[in-house]
């Protein structure tokens, strides 16, 4: 395993000897790795690494054994916000983007009225995303990209110290990308959040992240950018990736790496 | 205890009311039932579309009759079985969906077909089919005092539980993980809702029948889908509708002598396709 060490910055998960069995098959095994705090951390690997299951390992959501630990966070368990990679419904789901981010703040049934300061609350949470515009619409008219930011203004909701993402540019074409990246980079500099995200685009990892784990029901390696080697990638995802070299700044949108 | 509010109450009504209809108790029983069931199924409804749940009902109500014929065979109220079996058979569902790698569809089939089998052979064995059709489409008309007052403690108790749950499962039905991570209980919430739902549809047969009791939980809510300009307007309009098919089914079935269930469901399935109709014209 090629461990990186060395980072300096302080450490906002440390998972150590991390093993989870659902259904008597092994998905993740002595799984070590430190996340950075303040970072954005991109957990890549092919489909079936055990990318989500390690999300939701963090989160508490599934059974492991071995250790999970928050040593930045003094009081224990930092409070971590999720983005769920797509939502279940019909598109016919007469849902609006209010109502759904009211079901996860109020506890009062939806039929029986929104106060004003729930719609007020919720109307702080869209503006932060750039989604006050969304409000009264249905979520099954969003486009994915509008969709992501709504569920990121849900998930930033109790202002998070950890923010986790599962592949939240699946399905979203190149400027709905770079606009999510933009917000997501910009927000996780002003409340200095530590992102965690899962991405099967390499091109949003060289772009927007710092740290990277390659995951295949182990860590096969993990560190900054300069990680993603050709060896390393072939030690991930059983086959050869070529990376192409690139000038490409910290926010460019195009294609760096291609199979 | 409770006879002389009801007489007080349908005397009451009788006087206040002139129809011809309105002079018989059996009626007001049969709307004061309705009252309570619309609401039931309206809010349940809106989560069972959802959740995507209609077969899953369908496989509790028809599981009941494994009840009625348990009932039959051991010379108890098939009342009380068919509720006992609804309940066991949702719970079972929910476990087995949580255990096994089968689809959904295949264990909830495996599980109606599990009951209704055993229902009908207890029966054949028994010779006994009377009063079987009471139970299969339903008899709202002659639902008794003691019934109705069940009916109204299981529905306020039933409404203050999904005042409670309604967001929370609302949010279970769009992400698993999304909803757990909020914090919510979702094995706890899951099981809590068949539990719920196998009441609400076994206290339901009795009015509806078991052939038809999902349709009252669907049908009302798909209606709301096409109209709703949100989740608030879908709950109300799913219940009005359910009201209004409901009381016109029991004034259908008075004046024309046809099973008031069934003619609920008729007049719940003209009102979808009057909001079909309107989605494909108007918007």
Redesign the interface.
Known sequence: MNQDRSFPLKTAVEIINLGVCL?KIDILMEVYCSIPAGQTTAIIGPNGAGKTTLL?AI?G?VPYTGRIDFPFFEQGRPS???V?Q????DR?????V???M???I?????????KQKIKDHVRVGLERVGAEGLKNRFIGKLSGGELQRV?LA?ALEGNPSILLLDEPTAGIDAPGEQLFCDLLSDIQNQANLTVILISHDLSVVSNHAQHVICLNKTVRCSGGLNTLTEENLLKTFGLHIQIYPHNHGPHQSQQDMKP | MMEPFFQYLYSFLQATIPFEWAQFDFVWRAIGAMLIIAPLCA?LGVHVV?FRMAFFSDAISHSTFAGVALGVLLGVNPSMTLIGFGILAGLSITLLKGRS?LSSDTVISVILSATVALGITILYAQKETRNLEAYLYGTVLAISDVELFLLLIIGILVFII???L???L??L???H??A???GIPVTLLEYGFSLILAVVVTFSIRAIGLFLVTAMLVVPAAT???L?????????IALISALTSGIAGILFSFYWDTPAGASAILIGCILFLISWLKVRWFD
């Open positions: 259904r939701l989160l959501l971590i916000g999720y769920p797509h939502l279940d419904f016919g789901l007469p849902c609006t209010e109502d759904l009211t079901t996860s109020s506890k009062k049934a939806l039929w029986l009225g929104k569920l849900m | 809010v959802n790698d999904m005042g409670f309604f967001n929370r609302f949010l039905s769009l992400n993980h999304l757990a991570s909020r709301a889908r096409n709703a300009g949100g989740i608030s307007s879908l709950f109300w």
